[in-house]
C-alpha cells in the first residue's frame, strides 16, 4: 500500500531528523564546556535548578574501563544498531496497524 509506505518513511524521516539535532546540540554543547570551562567550573542555567559543571570522565560511570575507548565505541555501535531496528520494527507495526484499522471504517 502506499499509503503505509509514505507514512512509514515521514515517521523514520522525523525520528532520525529529531536523533540528529538531539546528537549535535549535545556534541557541540560538550565541545563548547570543554573549550571554554576549566575542570571544575560551574555555572548557574535556572536559578536554584540547574547547573553546568564542567568535569572530565574517560570511561563510564564513576570512570569505570577508565582508557577503554575501542570497547565503548564497540557496544555503542551494537546498541545503535539493535536499537534501530528495534524502532524500525516498532514503526512498521504501527503504521501497519493504524492503517488497517482506518481502512475498517
Not at 567550573?41 to 535556572?46: A, F, G, H, R, V
Request: charged share 10%; aromatic share 14%; no cysteine.
Amino acid at each position: 500500500n502506499g499509503g503505509t509506505s509514505l507514512k512509514k518513511k515521514y515517521y523514520i524521516s522525523i525520528s532520525l531528523l529529531m536523533t540528529f539535532i538531539v546528537l549535535v546540540f549535545d556534541q557541540v554543547s560538550k565541545w563548547l564546556i570543554t573549550i571554554s570551562m576549566k575542570v571544575g567550573d560551574s555555572y548557574e542555567i535556572i536559578p536554584n535548578f540547574l547547573n553546568i559543571t564542567s568535569h572530565r570522565n574517560n570511561g563510564a560511570a564513576w570512570g569505570i574501563l577508565s582508557g577503554k575507548m575501542l570497547f565503548f565505541y564497540i557496544i555503542t555501535i551494537i546498541i545503535l544498531k539493535n536499537t534501530g531496528l528495534l524502532f524500525l520494527s516498532y514503526i512498521e507495526n504501527t503504521v501497519t496497524s493504524s492503517l488497517s484499522q482506518s481502512s475498517m471504517y
